[in-house]
């Protein structure tokens, strides 16, 4: 599975892009990647691009584990951290709307779902209105 991950620091933003397939296994160990990146700050805002995903295998009960792992490295005590999920199917929309369902008791992260990268841009409070605009200007 194509999972890539970019920080932009300035913005206190990770970019997540997901391609092919989505595993939960896979998505494990990029967040530890991302983790230990020297970029990474606990609290930054995630854009989570689901729209080139073709296959999805998601276990409801590994979604929650890993998620609960996520959690722990993310958390900021006193500050939300806001997720924002760009979907592009009824696939990629059914797993964000599972990973959305996740997070729900769970004060501190805000997850919403886009199909409009604009929208996604303006619940994470950035300028841009254009994906590829946010990361020309970071690249």
């Given amino acids: 599975m194509p999972l890539t991950f970019r920080i932009l620091p300035d913005m206190a933003l990770v970019y997540v892009c997901y391609s092919g397939a989505i595993c939960p296994r896979d998505t494990m160990r990029v967040f530890g990647e991302y983790m230990s990146h020297p970029d990474f700050r606990p609290g930054q805002k995630q854009l989570v691009d689901l729209r080139q995903v073709i296959k999805i295998a998601l276990d409801y009960p590994e979604l929650v584990k890993m998620q609960a792992k996520k959690a722990e ?45 604009a929208d996604a841009l303006g619940f994470l409070g950035l300028p841009q209105t254009e994906l590829q605009a946010l990361l020309v200007r970071t690249a």
């Fill in 73 to 117: 490295g993310i958390y900021l005590p006193g500050a939300p951290t806001l997720m924002a999920y760009l979907t592009g199917s009824a696939d990629t929309m059914r797993a964000a709307r599972a990973i959305q369902r996740s997070w729900d008791g769970t004060s501190d992260v805000i997850a919403r779902i886009f199909t409009d990268e």
